[in-house]
């Protein structure tokens, strides 16, 4: 099993603030995916990287994957409330395998 | 609404019972996949299936089976249920073994 470990497991902040999602590996992956899920909801995805040091932006979230395409990060500018959930990083073949997660809560 | 519908939406039974989930794939999906999450181990992959046929299996008990029918539709068979069994399941579909995935909102299984 390829581990995927994500950094920080929670994470708490006051809306307006700024923060950063790690999701690291010690294996090189074709690709990654980043989802968000929501209380009662399932994941949903926000972004697939593909290419070693490729950005993403995504409104106020920016998704880097390294230059290995053994890691990949998450920031989000300015957190609102409506950013709470769970964010998982993910490697996708013929089935995901998710990253450990992190919590977000965002308080107004 | 990613499309896939999952029922029921909560499910509570006792130990050593026998529970089935259901699972419908977005229109025109044939890949249906089965995950489990849990806040210890997190989510984590079952069984992939695709037209009808096994495609890949993971860490899935073997208390646990799944099949696809013909219509597509998915179910997950839960039996001598335990109460670490208990865990939200998810269905995702999608158009084949590589597209992206769409999930159901889950099934929350509480064993009592």
């Known amino acids: 099993t390829q581990l995927l470990e994500q950094s920080p497991q929670f994470l708490s902040i006051q809306e307006g603030e700024n923060l950063t999602v790690y999701c690291n590996s010690s294996s090189v992956f074709s690709s990654l995916q980043w989802y968000r899920q929501e209380p009662g909801e399932g994941p949903v995805l926000l972004v697939t990287v593909v290419t070693g040091g490729e950005v993403k932006k995504l409104k106020r979230l920016t998704f880097q994957f390294g230059d290995a395409r053994k890691d990949s990060s998450l920031h989000i500018t300015a957190a609102q409330p409506g950013d709470t959930g769970l964010y998982l990083c993910a490697r996708h073949t013929d089935k995901l395998i998710f990253g450990t997660g992190t919590r977000l809560q965002v308080f107004p | 609404d990613s499309g896939v519908t999952q029922t029921p939406k909560h499910l509570i039974t006792a130990t050593g019972q026998r529970v089935t989930l259901r699972c419908s794939p977005r229109s025109g999906d044939l890949s249906v996949y089965w995950y489990q999450q849990s806040l210890d181990q997190g989510l984590q992959f079952l069984i992939h299936?695709?037209?009808?046929?096994?495609?890949a299996k993971g860490n899935i008990l073997e208390r646990f089976s799944a099949q696809q029918f013909p219509d597509l539709h998915s179910e997950l068979n839960l039996s001598s249920l335990e109460l670490g069994d208990s865990a939200l399941y998810f269905c995702?579909?999608?158009?084949?073994?590589?597209?992206?995935?769409?999930f159901g909102d889950g099934t929350r299984l509480s064993i009592l």
């Open positions: 995702a579909s999608s158009e084949g073994p590589d597209s992206v995935e769409h």
């Open positions: 299936y695709y037209n009808g046929e096994e495609r």
